[in-house]
Every structure is written in C-alpha cells, then in structure tokens.
C-alpha cells in the first residue's frame, strides 16, 4: 500500500533529522567554551539561550509553513526544511563567538518543521482505522534518532572535533531530504475555485483548542524535569560510573516510548484517541510518584521507564485527533499550530522544573507536573465534544 511505503521512508529520513540535530546536544557547552566564554554563569547562559532559540522561531514559523503546506504541498515544505536546516546546521561550524551560534540557532528555527511536516504528509494519506497505528510508528524514528545522536554526537566530538559534528549533521539533514526528494509521492487533490482564492479560514480550528492546549500541557510536561533529572539523580546515587548512569537514566524514557507509542496507536484505532489519551495522562501523572519517593537508581529507571511508555501514548494520539478533526483543506495549518503548540511546551517547560526546583526542590517538580497531566485529563473527560465534532466515517 501507498501508505505504508511512505511511512517507512519518512520513519528513515524522521530518524536521520532526529540523530543529526541531536548529535550537537552533549557539547554544546563545551562548544562555547571554545569560543572564550570561560566563566560557568556565562556558559551557562549562553547555552541556555542557544538551546531555546531555535524554539522560539519555531513556535512562530510553524503555523506559517503549515499555511504554505495547504496552499502549495507538503512535499516541497519538508525539502523546504531539510536542506533549509541542513545548510544553517553546517554553518554552526565556522562560528568563532557565541552570538554567531545563537543567531544561527534562531534562523534554523525559521527553517524547522521536518517532523510536523512529516506527521502531516502521513496523515493526509492514511486511512483513518491505521492512523493511529501510523502516526505512532512515525514517531519512534524521531524517538530512535533522539536517543542514539546525544550517544554518537558525544563520541564525535572528541575523536573528529566539533565543528565537524555540525558539518556531520548538515549532511544528515540533506541526505534525509533527498530520501524525501526521490522516494516519497504526494499525490494532492484539485481545489476548488473558492479553496484556492481564499486563505486560511482561521475560525474552523476553533475545535481543536483543546487539543492545542493539551500539547502544549503535555510538553511542558515531559520537559520540566527532563533538564534537571540527571542532577536528581547525582542527589540519590554516590557510587562509580556517575555519567553512565545519568545517560542511562535519561534514555530509558526514550527506550519506553519506542514501545509505547506504535501499542497506544494501535490501541486508540480500536478505543478511540480521546480514551487513550486520557489514560496516559493519567498513567503518566501516577508514574511521577515512584520518581519522587525514589531512594535509589533502579525505582528511578521503573519510574522512568513507566513514563516512558505512557508518554509514547499522548502525542500520536493528539495527532489523530488533528487528523480527524482539522477541515482537510486547512489539515496542514493545523498540524502547524500543533506543532508550534509543541515547541511552546519545550520551551515553558524547563522554566517551570527549573523555578520550581530553585523555590522549592526537584521532588516538588514531580508533584507539580503530576498535578499538571492530571488537570489536562480532567479536561478530555469532560471535553466529550472532541468526539462528537469527528465526522461519521472517522468515529473511533
């Protein structure tokens, strides 16, 4: 089938992007370092800003493209983003002061969008009963190329250098958009008269608010202990091996959710998104509790693990519901806002762990997000006119 063959092909070219932008993430401190910045409060301030920029520009840039997608294809829009990152990405490597680095951080944000790009051409071309099965196993090439880039990218660096990482993942974007270029067929239906004189009807997403906003919750989520949980860790283990350890502790979520997220799928083509949805939101609030009365490493990993999988369930399942409930006409302006909704909760979410970390501990951060999933359940449960909104023949 048409669509399993392209799901396959944008799961390689999800993978490449991934474990390329990720290979810079290790040294990215270490980069700058390199650049003169010696003082620790100046290093970490410049990598705090770095690492976001590009989250910035995204969540701005994201519903524009997903526009241009409607109107022009989304095909074009995910070389658009390829090669566009690609090129900045290598430019990275001839950068000799840190402002250079951050400008070129914010411009790949302009350029970003492979991945919602991706889920959006996928989604346009499967059938509504294997959406979700679908959209789950898109996910886990992004997953699998986060996971494996930080391991190689650290190896890189100190054997070839760091520049040369960058040069590195620049060639990983474009071979990815190549894939795209001669392997994936987007076969795009006549519009009509009036669908190609007007713009964006901005009013029809008014729906999927709910679904935006859970996005965003979610994200926000999953990243606000993400950045501090290797400090936790350090704070209940003492023995050898620290920095294994600590790389051990952040992946296994990473591992969990390559298990998870193509299971849930599945599972809401038989039950329905919403009901997925609101169970792994639930299940992943409950999976902070072992994390905070954590004692040792290995009720940490169970802990983790356990989120993992639970998280693997959210997004495909926000997805499908973008699928389902978006007019097809505006469908990739909506995977856009989804997509930027995203980006906001990467980049609110540290924000939140972080101040609450320093007001009150790391342990109050688990709590804190628990009560934040749990509070984004309550809504869905409520919310029975997500399901309703569907139309006949995409009812779950």
Known sequence: MHWK???????????SVTA???????????????????????IEHWSGWIFSAQFVTSFVFQPIWGSFADRHGRKPMLLRAGFGMGIVTALMGLVTAPWQLLALRLLNGVFSGFISM????????TPNEHSGRALGTLQTGAVAGSLIGPLVGGALAETVGYSSVFYLTGVMLVIASLIVAFFVRETRPEKTT????GGTDWRALRLLLPVFAAS????????????IVTIYAKTIYHGRHLAIIAGLVVATSGIANLIGAPAFGRLGDRIGQRKVLTIALIMAAITYVPQALATGIPMLLAGRFLLGLFIGGM??????????????????TAFGMNSAALFLGNFIGPLIGSTVAAAYS????????????????????????????????SMD
């Open 118 to 125: 991706g889920v959006s051409l996928q989604a346009s071309i």
């Open 216 to 227: 965003v919750v979610t994200q926000a989520g999953m990243m606000s202990i993400e950045p």
């Open 20 to 42: 390329g932008m990720s290979l810079v993430v290790p040294f990215l401190p270490l980069y700058i370092e390199t650049m003169g910045v010696h003082r620790l409060s100046a």
């Open 194 to 197: 009036q669908e190609r004189k």
């Open 315 to 332: 997004i495909p399942s926000l997805n499908v519901l973008v699928k389902k409930l978006a007019p097809k006409r505006i469908q990739a």
């Open 5 to 15: 063959r392209t799901l396959w092909i944008l799961w390689a070219a999800n993978f």
């Open 362 to 393: 790391i342990k109050a951060v688990f709590f804190v997000t628990m009560t934040i999933l749990i509070l984004n359940a309550v809504v869905f449960v409520w919310n029975r006119g997500l399901d309703a909104a569907m139309p006949e023949e």
